[in-house]
């Protein structure tokens, strides 16, 4: 029996959650009820013919996963060798690319056929959608009677068009089987067994620390790359660029790993994998023997950009710039020679780290100018929840009773942000440490009481499957199922439909379909707004009574306790907050001082804060901080936070004000307080 990617996608949840409801189902899936049930019946459909029991929903608020179908879902890994593949048409775009870089022969519209399945029309269509989609690559899918379907365009572009589609392919929870059938006619090509066999050596010998999920994906694409050197297609570099990569101790890695694949000994080849490695590997301050790197110093004024974009600092500054150049270094290297990275996360850190977002994108913006790249949303969105994971991290540490690892082969990142996540969410559990699939594998965790995972794991031990970003539903999950792990605690949620009809006996309904919604997530994010507190925007804290407009004043130091004295009055702030800002400013420098004429002043929150505020000064004339005529100042803007992430939504969309420089020119003309105020109102 053939089964669909959808249907195949409710297995592999179903291996991750062991019992849901059908609203459960519907916010995880982005599906409708329909469609969920549509692909319930094609699974029932499949285990009927497994002599397999069926998976009860209709009928029922809870769906019962029987421990029968778990037990063999887990044992034959949701039986994928026994499917007939049914490609999307994003998917046969990508098989065909890869197919056609392989090619050692004229690929007629037949060969096509056969390979997807599909008729001529559709092969003539996903052509041609190919060509649009492949347009900013610079590589083009010809046609001519001589050599067929081939691909026109460079050969360092090519490649970086094989590591996107493999990256877009990876997961599928087909994956392995669809690159087996692109394979099964090429003789000798590597597998992927020994590739990776190969990289954990190396990566014992000369101490690297891969990436485990990309090392996962690069495998992959070596395996394509090697069929392409067999037809002695090589990539070309400048002369002054291989001289100065020859120079980096990744080259002798690089050399290393070209012997033992058996690749052809070209030197511009060992480049490429040179800067491949370097884009793979993660960046290890320890290792500089002759200082920091630019890049490390880059890591060190990003780390104090931020502290001054978003008003707070951090406690351990050596550890976060550590943290961060490890992730930097090889991000560089993508960047430089656009090698793809996929973030599968990346609508949900927008979406849930929407104001972070916007602070870390603004923050980057320069250094992308002074490397010379772009910086993808991808890479912005990964150190987006670097920062966040680290704004998260709890301040206090209670006793706990259970002690936990998480499992997470995607990077730093991800597994920071995992970690804190599931801090903040169970008291009773401490994280102890982060490892690798690989790490898991091979050693014992037997010590410990529980593990998280973001990948499917073979243990004993208890084990919870979580997500680096997750949705309120998939906390209470997660919530739920832990708890009744720890202490035998079994929360049942109410049946939306007895709770409309109660609803419904006193009092007149509207809009079921908007209440139904609202009401299927209402209970966590009560849970979740009482644990985060309220965020406030720019116009709940920047009001008449916290602007001020002065024609001048005698110093800096007067002027930052003027711009301060809104939230003094009001309570918000103690005078010692006013006292640590001057000083912190005298200490550090004019750090405050984030463009022409406008300074963020604030200082920790533990100096003397009661309560999250935020008031505005404007001068017509000038201040010099710190009596330098290379920082005069007009417009001060006063934080006062109480964590390191209440203010942050105010913050991002004072970032977004001041990012526009008519809008900086416009606060210097307006006198009326009353128009400050529709100004911010208009970023609110």
């Known amino acids: 029996m053939m089964i669909e990617k959808r249907p195949a996608l409710l297995l592999d949840h179903f291996l991750k959650v062991k019992h849901t409801t059908m609203n459960q189902m519907m916010a995880a899936t982005q599906l409708t009820k329909r469609q969920i049930s549509y692909d319930l019946e094609k699974v029932n459909q499949w285990l009927k013919e497994k002599d397999l029991p069926q998976i009860t929903y209709k009928g029922s608020h809870t769906i019962e996963i029987p421990e029968l179908v778990l037990n063999f879902l887990q044992k034959q890994q949701t039986n994928l060798k026994e499917r007939d593949l049914i490609l999307t048409e994003e998917e046969r775009l990508s098989v065909i690319y890869l197919y056609l870089f392989i090619r050692t022969e004229a690929i007629s519209s037949i060969h096509l056929t056969q390979l997807l399945q599909v008729s001529k029309n559709t092969v003539i269509s996903d052509v041609k959608r190919a060509n649009e989609l492949n347009h900013p690559f610079l590589v083009e899918i010809s046609y001519t009677r001589q050599k067929g379907y081939h691909l026109k365009g460079t050969e360092f572009d090519k490649r970086v068009l094989v590591m996107h589609s493999l990256s877009k392919l990876i997961h599928v929870p087909y994956f392995e089987r669809l690159i087996n059938h692109l394979l099964p006619e090429k003789n000798g090509h590597l597998h992927y067994e020994k590739i990776h066999g190969v990289f954990k050596q190396m990566e014992k010998q000369y101490d690297l620390p891969f990436v485990e999920e990309r090392l996962h994906q690069f495998a992959y694409f070596l395996i394509f790359y090697s069929c392409r050197l067999q037809e002695r297609k090589y990539t070309k570099f400048h002369s002054d660029e291989m001289t100065l990569l020859q120079k980096d101790p990744m080259w002798r890695v690089a050399s290393d790993l070209r012997g033992q694949l058996q690749f052809d000994e070209v030197d511009s080849e060992v480049c490429y994998l040179t800067i491949q490695l370097l884009g793979l590997s993660l960046g290890r301050s320890s290792a500089q023997e002759n200082g920091p790197d630019l890049l490390y110093k880059l890591c060190e004024q990003l780390v104090f950009d931020f502290e001054s974009k978003a008003c707070i600092a951090f406690e351990k500054k050596d550890e976060v710039i550590h943290t961060l150049y490890q992730h930097v270094k090889p991000a560089y290297f993508r960047m430089k020679y656009r090698i793809p990275i996929d973030n599968p996360l990346l609508n949900e850190i927008k979406s849930e780290h929407k104001e972070l977002y916007t602070i870390v994108k603004e923050m980057l913006h320069p250094i992308g100018s002074l490397l010379g790249i772009t910086i993808p949303e991808e890479e912005i969105g990964f150190i987006t929840i670097h920062f966040g994971a680290l704004l998260n991290k709890p301040k206090?540490?209670?006793?706990?009773?259970?002690?936990?690892?998480?499992?997470?082969?995607?990077?730093?990142?991800?597994?920071?942000?995992?970690?804190?996540?599931?801090?903040?969410?169970?008291?009773?559990?401490?994280?102890?440490?982060?490892?690798?699939?690989?790490?898991?594998?091979?050693?014992?965790?037997?010590?410990?009481?529980?593990?998280?995972?973001?990948?499917?794991?073979?243990?004993?031990?208890?084990?919870?499957?979580?997500?680096?970003?997750?949705?309120?539903?998939?906390?209470?999950?997660?919530?739920?199922?832990?708890?009744?792990?720890?202490?035998?605690?079994?929360?049942?949620?109410?049946?939306?439909?007895?709770?409309?009809?109660?609803?419904?006996?006193?009092?007149?309904?509207?809009?079921?379909?908007?209440?139904?919604?609202?009401?299927?997530?209402?209970?966590?994010?009560?849970?979740?707004?009482?644990?985060?507190?309220?965020?406030?925007?720019?116009?709940?804290?920047?009001?008449?009574?916290?602007?001020?407009?002065?024609?001048?004043?005698?110093?800096?130091?007067?002027?930052?306790?003027?711009?301060?004295?809104?939230?003094?009055?009001?309570?918000?702030?103690?005078?010692?907050?006013?006292?640590?800002?001057?000083?912190?400013?005298?200490?550090?420098?004019?750090?405050?001082?984030?463009?022409?004429?406008?300074?963020?002043?604030?200082?920790?929150?533990?100096?003397?804060?009661?309560?999250?505020?935020?008031?505005?000064?404007?001068?017509?004339?000038?201040?010099?901080?710190?009596?330098?005529?290379?920082?005069?100042?007009?417009?001060?803007?006063?934080?006062?936070?109480?964590?390191?992430?209440?203010?942050?939504?105010?913050?991002?969309?004072?970032?977004?004000?001041?990012?526009?420089?008519?809008?900086?020119?416009?606060?210097?003309?307006?006198?009326?307080?009353?128009?400050?105020?529709?100004?911010?109102?208009?970023?609110?």
Not at 503 to 509: D, E, F, L, S, V
Not at 542 to 560: C, F, G, N, P, R
Not at 639 to 648: E, K, P, Q, R, S
Request: proline share 5%.
């Open 396 to 684: 206090q540490v209670m006793p706990k009773k259970k002690q936990a690892i998480v499992v997470c082969p995607s990077g730093i990142s991800s597994s920071l942000m995992v970690k804190h996540q599931l801090e903040s969410l169970f008291s009773e559990i401490m994280v102890e440490k982060t490892v690798s699939l690989q790490e898991f594998k091979e050693n014992s965790f037997d010590q410990y009481d529980l593990i998280f995972s973001t990948v499917k794991l073979e243990t004993t031990l208890p084990c919870f499957y979580v997500k680096p970003i997750m949705t309120p539903i998939e906390k209470n999950n997660l919530v739920t199922e832990v708890y009744q792990y720890l202490f035998g605690i079994q929360y049942h949620d109410l049946s939306l439909k007895e709770l409309l009809q109660a609803i419904g006996k006193y009092a007149n309904i509207f809009d079921e379909k908007g209440l139904r919604q609202m009401l299927s997530q209402m209970t966590f994010h009560k849970k979740v707004e009482v644990s985060r507190g309220r965020q406030p925007v720019l116009q709940d804290l920047l009001k008449d009574e916290t602007i001020q407009v002065m024609e001048q004043l005698s110093d800096w130091e007067e002027a930052v306790k003027v711009a301060a004295s809104p939230l003094l009055r009001k309570g918000m702030i103690e005078p010692s907050y006013i006292e640590a800002m001057i000083e912190s400013i005298k200490t550090l420098g004019p750090y405050v001082v984030i463009g022409p004429e406008v300074a963020i002043p604030h200082a920790r929150p533990e100096t003397g804060v009661n309560q999250v505020g935020m008031s505005f000064l404007k001068l017509n004339q000038p201040v010099n901080f710190l009596n330098n005529e290379k920082y005069p100042v007009r417009l001060l803007f006063c934080i006062a936070a109480v964590d390191n992430t209440t203010h942050l939504k105010a913050l991002s969309q004072l970032t977004k004000l001041l990012s526009d420089k008519s809008n900086i020119e416009h606060l210097k003309q307006l006198e009326s307080t009353e128009e400050m105020v529709g100004l911010f109102k208009q970023y609110s």
